[in-house]
Nanobody, 125 residues
Framework: QVQLVESGGGLVQPGGSLRLSCAASGFPLDYYAIGWIRQAPGKEREVVSYISYTGGTTKYADSVKGRFTISRDSAKNTVYLQMNSLGPEDTAIYYC??????????????????WGQGTQVTVSS
């Protein structure tokens, strides 16, 4: 059974950093593009970053470019999202998701097939 589990969320002060992890079980993450998608209260889901199945392509939404970094560790079957210079606007539930149809990844949430349960990130002083 395909399963994704996020961890690493929490409460952080503005300007702080967090690293989110997305661990997979039941399948090798290397076969899928992986995206990090967030949803803030009352807002649409937003793909903030994705990485291709090879790891050779990474993309970022303009809202996080230069602050967030996505990476994957094949040996640990885990994808990470390093988030720096966090601001209140980054407060959201963060989900990782895998796409088996779009190997390069996608900025459209509906193009991801498997989702984790999400981890809350709250940026507040």
């Amino acid at each position: 059974q395909v399963q994704l589990v996020e961890s690493g969320g929490g409460l952080v002060q503005p300007g702080g950093s967090l690293r989110l992890s997305c661990a997979a079980s039941g399948f090798p993450l290397d076969y899928y593009a992986i995206g990090w998608i967030r949803q803030a209260p009352g807002k649409e889901r937003e793909v903030v970053s994705y990485i291709s199945y090879t790891g050779g392509t990474t993309k970022y939404a303009d809202s996080v470019k230069g602050r967030f970094t996505i990476s994957r560790d094949s040996a640990k079957n885990t994808v990470y999202l390093q988030m720096n210079s966090l601001g209140p606007e980054d407060t959201a539930i963060y989900y990782c998701a895998a796409s088996e149809r779009y190997y390069s990844g996608s900025f459209y949430p509906y193009e991801y097939d498997y989702w984790g349960q999400g981890t809350q990130v709250t940026v507040s002083s």
